[in-house]
């Protein structure tokens, strides 16, 4: 089967709408922002919300196409929600509340709630629910390309992080654990090819599944020093994300023969560095030199919880790692989290800023009883990094100004109310699965999967006749392809300083055809060629602007990105005209054989 | 070329997802909402508010794409504006405020104002004003086709007035009338050609240009019963929706013959029926006897204005007409009438229920001030109905209970504020153009063209340099089709009592082929005529179900309504299988046969 179409498109630049422009746009931070509003692409509508002007849309087009191909071909049935929703069914999962201020809220006339859906569990659950009621209508993939919503505190980078963008979404629908695992490698498997087609190269990586709920879950990345996630790998094949690296336990360590905790003064010592010289030279332990790792850093968060309360929570870190607030906020999410501020201080007096220590916090400190409950817990809570094992020795804050605590031992002489992921991943760290040293890097996420499990099947009433005739929950996965922002990380993967250069299956034309010089022998012979390669189904950008200087045609036809561009000018007094990839050497052929040397050219591109 | 792509989809009913219905759905009113329910198209998910379902949105593709070609057939280029939009260009224009409660509004996290928006003209103007700068630029024409909300008081009959929905909406922008009237004739055209290739009876009326704005306006209406808008034709070839029909102006009457106005007791006189009898019995007109059109109707109206002031308006009609509030509406957009009430009447005791008269009204009654501009108006504004020209002699309330006023002669004894098109059009009104009496019918509203003029241009500030070098308003026109709506007319004019009935061109599927029986020899015919046929590109819809009897099988095939059913069952032991059109007579063909005769079948229904 040819790779074209009957016909291909003819985009003459003298009535395209398109102005391409020399100066960056001033809020421009990356590339594919920069050069997609340059050459004309995308255009500001409000912040992060975009414009999609013609050579945007067909790239964005062919983006979908590829990724609708490849969900018919999982035995994806394409269905397509309204934007706007009620609020009962987010109500009934949690999630109305939950997404906070993410959330677009509005009223309609009535005064009724409603919402600009950020992802579409709840309705396809209840969608499902409405229709089908045997297991014999199982399992079933239903997908929609559509456009989604989310106030973001930053939005940034253009189409990286937008309030309104296009997702392609699907689910899935299964009655046993087995087959949610086998739907959700075809969704892999798929998302594989979809990405690989689009040109982009990725990285799969365990994540956290965040608000969605759910057990397994997996995010694709395309590494990029712009991108938002960062990512950890080991040469041995582990690859996570950041926020998911679960850090190896520690064995306890002996401490009988550790000394009884003192209290020192320490004056002058207002960084873990000055502290550690302090007790080197004053306080020396006889094993070895105290270190940053041997101090107890104990950082003071506020935390708001999904329904607008908000508590106090003390992390407890070795002090030479920075506690990671992506990390904190993955593993308290849904509740946000931010460092707790003078006021937050001013009502715990206990807390001596700088010199907090065990003594006040969590079970050394004050009790209280939940009123409604009846469960005593911490008034402050305090959660320790997985490192700080039974037996291991610090020196930390004494709760009073000037004076710190030494050779205080965990399990013996303090405890907290659990665990957590809060301080930073850094390279060399230990993968979890013990497979080497982890490096770290950045993507972008263009892609994640999630099995749902029984969550929302469960809160929305999803149940199914199984084969003995009884009711059982159905189990779900959750995939989705951030579309416009795979445009977008396409953008950052292939441009160079000079402008965009797409791969050859999502540009917005195959050939970009330059008449250059006044003669109207160049623009007949261009028309001809441009004409030509139509007739054999290529997608065409023709620059037939009469006045325009070659200089000026060339710098946009680099900034336009489409892969092969061919120069009709000069050359056509010796009867020859130049093709020239976007990327690659330029060549000259005979006028006569342009359209066969260029549709060559593009199957090749193509296939 | 062939009509077919390189290969047709097969969709299988056992694994489809989708379930037919044999309950009309509670809130269905009208047929296609009651029929792509029940089918499995569509589904709500709020008031007005649509989920497509995979045979829905097949449709919707289908009519997107004859949309599209025909826009790009003239010329039009495709873009996509959000949907989401801040507040900012719809203050500059006015549509902020005018819109009223059909506007979502909403804010976001930084409590800036955002809206959903119902039309683009504002974000099309800007963006032609950020990237266009001279005449050279001009002609041009965008469109997209895009999600719009307009937050309907009664949303009903489903896609027909739905509050979240699709259309086409495209702009034109020359710098000349003559390129206007182009422009404006070209997607006259464009949009003859869509309808007809939809398959949808049409007629184009002149209509009113509403919250538009502008000058010449026409509608595409598809003839219905259940359509909203009232239309009107003559013989003559005059045709427009009923709020742009203008009432012709009889000549003055001479009134020197005319008696004295005289005021008389009409004691049980609640209708104009009685006040007609007890006219002519007591009073009689020595030429000819009253009648229900020499009395004078006074409505009164309170009016709100965009900016939600308050005021009485009073509507005087001939009393054997009835007020038309659509008409009205249309008359005084962006404003909105309603009946006065109680409290309004409380408010003017000079008003007496049943008995007002023009004594009190219009420049008869209290004139007032306004404050800001120092003019001069009446306090209650008093409009006539075009046919009270001066001379004409009335019979209307005389202010006071149980008493009316007899002899009021227009232009002698009182006088309006203005004119208004208030009176319903009934059948037999003369035409305007005199072209013949009228008759009515009621469409659905599927298409509108407006020549904007300038209004929107001016407003945004889109000027260009023209040959001379100076700084021209740029003349604008807008033009809509209503995608979803016009799916909905299509199930309007395309069904019966079974079901579905869809012309080929916008038929999910081309073929239902249907396997009935029990044997295996059955089913396995029945694929492979399938399978042959979409190895052809017919699109087929094949009935697999293993334990589904014939009788259900048929109503749904009749139910979902695609254009070609082949049946495969009892014949097959002689070697044959059906062909039953939709709508015509079945046939029998043998086996062999069976796929070459459906796709010649199919070939002549798509041409």
Redesign the interface.
């Known amino acids: ?1 040819s790779v074209f179409a ?1 016909r291909g498109d003819l985009l003459r630049l003298s ?5 391409t422009l020399r100066e960056d746009p001033a809020d421009a931070e990356v590339a594919s922002h920069r050069l997609l509003v340059r050459a ?1 692409y995308i ?1 500001r ?2 912040p992060g ?6 050579l945007g ?1 067909r790239v ?1 087009a062919k983006v979908e196409a590829i990724v609708r191909e490849e969900m018919d071909a999982i ?1 994806g ?10 609020r009962e069914p987010y109500e009934a999962t949690g999630r109305w509340k939950e997404y906070g ?2 959330l ?3 009223k ?2 009535k005064e009724a709630d ?1 919402l ?1 859906a950020p992802t579409h569990e709840e ?1 396809f659950t209840l ?1 499902v629910k ?3 009621s045997s297991y014999k209508d199982l399992p ?1 993939t ?1 997908y929609q390309i559509q ?1 989604k ?1 989310r ?1 973001e ?1 930053r939005p940034r980078a253009g189409l990286i992080r937008g ?2 963008f296009v997702m392609k979404d699907s689910y899935s629908f299964d009655t046993t654990d087995a087959g949610l695992d086998a739907a959700y490698q075809r969704h892999r498997d798929a998302y594989e090819r979809i990405f690989r087609r689009l040109g982009l190269e990725y990285v799969i990586v365990s994540a956290m599944s965040g608000a969605m709920g759910g057990s397994r879950s997996e995010e694709f990345l395309s590494p990029s020093p712009i991108g938002e996630d960062t990512f950890v790998r080991s040469a041995g094949g582990y690859a996570a994300n950041v926020e998911a690296v679960v850090t190896p336990v520690p064995d306890p360590v002996p401490y009988d023969d550790a000394p009884a905790a003192h209290v020192e003064d320490t004056p002058d010592t207002p960084t873990i560095d000055t502290l550690v010289a302090l007790a080197n030279a004053e306080h020396p332990r006889p094993d070895r030199a105290w270190t940053a790792a041997d101090t107890l850093k104990n950082v003071v968060l506020a935390v708001t919880r999904p329904d607008g309360g908000r508590d106090l929570l003390v992390v407890g870190v070795p002090g030479d790692r920075e506690v990671d607030m992506k990390r904190i906020e993955a593993a308290l999410a849904p509740a946000e989290a931010e460092p707790a501020g003078d006021a937050d201080f001013a009502r715990h007096p206990q807390l001596v800023k700088g010199y907090i220590g065990p003594a006040v916090l969590g079970p050394q400190g004050v009790q209280v009883t939940d009123p409604e409950t009846g469960e005593t817990r911490s008034a402050i809570r305090y959660l320790l990094d997985p490192r700080i094992v039974p037996g291991t020795r610090w020196i930390t804050g004494a709760n009073e100004a000037g004076r710190h605590v030494f050779d205080l031992v965990a399990g013996r002489d303090f405890a907290a109310d659990g665990t957590i992921e809060a301080a930073e991943v850094r390279a060399g760290d230990p993968a979890p699965d013990g497979s080497g040293p982890l490096e770290l890097a950045r993507g972008i996420e263009m892609g994640h999967i999630f099995q749902l499990g029984r969550k929302y099947a469960q809160a929305l009433g999803l149940t199914v006749l199984d084969e003995n005739g009884k009711q059982v929950v159905v189990t779900m996965g959750s995939y989705g392809v951030g579309v416009t922002r795979a445009l977008a990380a396409l953008a950052e993967a292939h441009h160079d300083d000079r402008g965009l250069a797409w791969p050859a299956h999502v540009a917005p034309a195959h050939v970009h055809v330059v008449a250059t010089g006044k003669g109207s022998e160049v623009f007949e012979a261009a028309e001809d060629i441009a004409q030509g390669l139509v007739a054999r189904g290529v997608e065409v950008v023709y620059d037939d602007r009469p006045k325009v200087s070659p200089g000026v045609k060339f710098a946009d036809a680099e900034l336009l990105g489409v892969p092969l561009l061919v120069v009709v000018g000069r050359g056509l007094a010796d009867g020859v005209v130049e093709i020239r990839p976007r990327a690659g050497e330029a060549r000259q052929v005979a006028v006569a054989d342009a359209v066969a040397a260029v549709v060559a050219d593009v199957e090749t591109l193509l296939r």
């Open positions: 089967m009957p009535t395209l709408f398109v102005r004309g255009r509508a409000a919300i975009y414009t999609w002007l013609p849309l964005l035995g049935q394409e269905v397509h929600f309204p934007a706007l929703l009620p201020p993410n677009f809220r509005l309609d006339r409603y600009l309705m969608l409405d229709l089908y079933l239903l456009t919503y106030d505190a309030r309104e």
